[in-house]
C-alpha cells in the first residue's frame, strides 16, 4: 500500500505540475487577450489623440501669431484696405458711382441714361443691377465700357444690345457711324 501512495503522489504530482502550468498558461493568455491587447489599443488611440492634438495646438499657436502681427501691422495695411473697400458701390448712397458713370460718359462724348433694375431684397445680396442705354460713336461706346469696367468700381458687364441709329437721329456733321447700346450690369455693393 506504500508503494501505491507513493506512485499516486508521484503521479500526481506530475499531474499537478502539468495542471498548474496550463492553468498558469491559460491565466496568461487571457491576461494578454482581455487585459494587455486592449491597453495597447487604449494607449496607441490616447497616443493618436495627444499627437493631433498637439499639431492643433501648434497650429492655434501659429494663427495667433500671425493675428498678433497682422495687428500690430494693420495701420501697415490700412491703405490698402481703404482701397478695396471703394470698390464697392454704397448701396444706400450710389451717388458717387453714378457721377463716375457720367463723367465718364461726358469723356467719351456719348449719351447716357443710367436706370436701377429691380433687384431683389434680402441680406444676400451682394450686387445691384443696373441697365446703361447709351447712344454715340460705336467705338466711344466700346471705350465707355471698357472704362467702367477697369474703373474704380467692381463691375460686371452683362449683355449687350448695339442698334444702329435711324437717319434722321445721326447728326448730318460727323462721318462716324452713331449707334444706340444698351448693356446690363451688376456693381458689388458693400455688405
Known sequence: ??????????????????????????????????????????????SNDLVVRK???????????EIGKFKNNYELYKPNFDKIDQLYVDPKNPVDFFKFLEAEASYYKIKSIVSLSANLTGKNIQFINFKISTQGNFVDILAFLEKIETGPYLIKAGNLIIKKMPQADISKKSNLEIVAADFSMEAYIKQ
Open 55 to 65: 499639431a492643433s495646438l501648434i497650429l492655434l499657436e501659429s494663427q495667433a501669431s
Open 1 to 46: 500500500m506504500g508503494i501505491e501512495i507513493e506512485k499516486f503522489f508521484r503521479g500526481n504530482a506530475k499531474n499537478s505540475i502539468y495542471t498548474a502550468t496550463s492553468i498558469f498558461g491559460l491565466v496568461i493568455l487571457i491576461s494578454i487577450l482581455f487585459v494587455i491587447i486592449p491597453l495597447l489599443g487604449e494607449i496607441k488611440k490616447n
